[in-house]
């Protein structure tokens, strides 16, 4: 909203054009004074920000939210471009310029404007990456946001004076030797680690980092924020639940390696035992990215009549789904952003640690005693559900405490951050450059409606010769009626008749003809 000023616009008269023109540039004016004018020498901080965006995972298009959203309250003027993996699906999602690594150009253009140059989420992992080629691939093309491509970002933002912070990361089990080497690499170069647990910082420090650029703190997302939404309540009203008088929990699971064979069967067991002593139970299952439906859909097809897993599913859409966890009561989950989320909404959580970080999570949330290992059989998940829901309210007290210790070390992490960006800010403020934003999303959508074209002119043609098969089909369906109707007529009978008599006729005669002779 702009100032509260009377615009001076006057009514009538001669002087109209003149002041819808003072009025104008008086709107120009309050909106330059808030940094709002892109392409103005008003005060403006670029931050960009490395992360595995635009591909619809929820956890990390969560932390880019919670980045931009906080940057763009407690900077003036700050707006971050984005480098991740789907340009578009960033510019259309999340409302948010984006490039790619890929692309090194614009990189090193968005580089020079910015103050800071961010990595944030779980990308310092080595464990399932299989295409990385490790120190050489610092010089490769390759577009992957794995560690050799974080390195090769932090050493572009290192030749453009923009300080490289890997804000509220995590990391493991770095045991690839190029991979340390790397994140060695990262710190000579100036870059500052700030860890959402000490497990990572320790992985960090193992690498030869300096302790000093080295700081233990917590995850940015406790910093985040839930807003009622339209969404959840027609969805509760759909499902017929009312939150007032149901507790509703949620269940986040996803397919990996490290799952037993039997485990839609395990979990399918536990709930139906579980909801049928607590009638008052819901489960819903929140999908956090679109491969987790199908084996929600198996354990709800395994469960007996009487049972349910309702299915919860925004979509592409964040704040829906962060809405949905801080109204359940408590939750069974697998996915790191679902335990997170509810745990900073002080909701219980019975986890299973299919990955180190889940696990470190767990800890640091004083909730280890309902984190269940991947082969935890029916009875074992029965028993931390039925804890969690025998003392939810005791348990949330207690998660009150930590989750609030764990926002407190969130805010000095961002506060650390601030002072980052603030000594590099002055020196980068003013103009920036109109063609920065909107050198790659442009080309990219041309190639996109040029493709969208392609594909059209490829359907009309498949659709032609389509509508020709059918016509061909049509004149020989009716050639065939044409032909047995004639076959079945009397006068083909007759006809038929008429030819045959002579034929025979002849026949017979050619055989006379023929017997004396061989005789």
């Not at 009538?12 to 808030?34: I, M, N, T, Y």
């Amino acid at each position: 909203a702009f100032e509260s000023r009377r615009l001076p616009v006057d009514s009538q008269g001669p002087f109209l054009d003149g002041s819808l023109l003072a009025a104008l540039e008086s709107v120009r004016e309050q909106l330059s004074e808030r940094g709002l004018m892109a392409g103005l020498p008003a005060p403006r901080t670029i931050v960009s920000v490395l992360g595995y965006v635009g591909m619809g995972n929820f956890g990390d298009e969560y932390i880019l939210a919670t980045v931009d959203r906080r940057l763009r309250e407690l900077i003036r003027g700050c707006s971050i471009v984005a480098v991740g993996e789907n340009p578009l699906h960033t510019l259309r999602e999340r409302g948010i310029y984006s490039i790619t690594l890929q692309d090194k150009r614009v990189l090193d253009r968005v580089l020079a404007a910015s103050s800071a140059a961010l990595v944030i989420a779980g990308l310092l992992f080595d464990q399932g990456i299989r295409w990385s080629i490790g120190k050489a691939e610092l010089a490769s093309s390759i577009p992957h946001t794995d560690i050799a491509g974080i390195a090769a970002y932090v050493e572009l933002a290192y030749m453009n004076d923009a300080r490289p912070v890997l804000y509220g990361i995590g990391a493991g089990p770095l045991d690839v030797a190029d991979g340390r080497s790397l994140v060695r690499l990262m710190g000579r170069l100036g870059a500052l680690f700030l860890t959402r647990d000490e497990a990572t910082a320790e992985l960090i420090r193992a690498c030869r980092v300096r302790n000093e650029q080295v700081i233990s703190l917590a995850d940015c997302a406790f910093l985040g924020s839930a807003s009622d939404t339209s969404f959840v309540d027609e969805w509760f009203a759909s499902e017929g639940i009312d939150p007032a008088s149901r507790r509703v929990v949620a269940v986040s699971l996803r397919e990996y390696e490290n799952a037993p064979g039997d485990f839609a069967e395990r979990v399918a067991a536990a709930i139906s035992r579980v909801q049928a002593a607590h009638r008052d139970v819901v489960f819903a299952a929140c999908i956090l990215d679109s491969s987790d439906r199908a084996l929600a859909e198996r354990i709800g097809e395994l469960l007996p009549a009487q049972a349910v897993l309702r299915i919860f599913d925004a979509g592409e859409r964040i704040e829906p789904v962060v809405d949905f966890l801080s109204r359940c009561s408590a939750g069974l989950s697998m996915r790191y952003h679902a335990s997170l989320l509810l745990g900073s909404f002080c909701k219980p959580c019975v986890g299973l640690g299919y990955l180190p970080k889940v696990v470190s999570l767990y800890e640091d949330l004083g909730q280890a005693d309902t984190l269940l290992s991947m082969n935890a059989d029916t009875a074992e998940i029965i028993a931390a559900l039925e804890s969690v829901l025998a003392f939810d309210a005791q348990r949330a007290f207690a998660l009150t405490n930590r989750v609030s210790e764990l926002r407190k070390k969130s805010g000095e992490s961002e506060s650390i951050l601030l002072d980052a960006i603030a000594s590099i800010a002055p020196a980068k403020r003013g103009e920036i450059p109109e063609e920065l934003f909107l050198n790659c999303v442009a080309n990219d959508i041309a190639e996109k409606d040029r493709l969208r074209a392609q594909i059209a002119r490829e359907r009309r043609s498949v659709e032609e010769a389509r509508a020709r098969c059918a016509e061909v089909e049509r004149e020989r369906d009716a050639a065939r009626g044409e032909v047995e109707e004639y076959a079945h007529s009397y006068s083909y009978r007759v006809g038929s008749t008429l030819l045959t008599l002579p034929r025979k006729l002849r026949e017979a005669l050619s055989k006379g003809a023929k017997g004396p002779k061989e005789s």
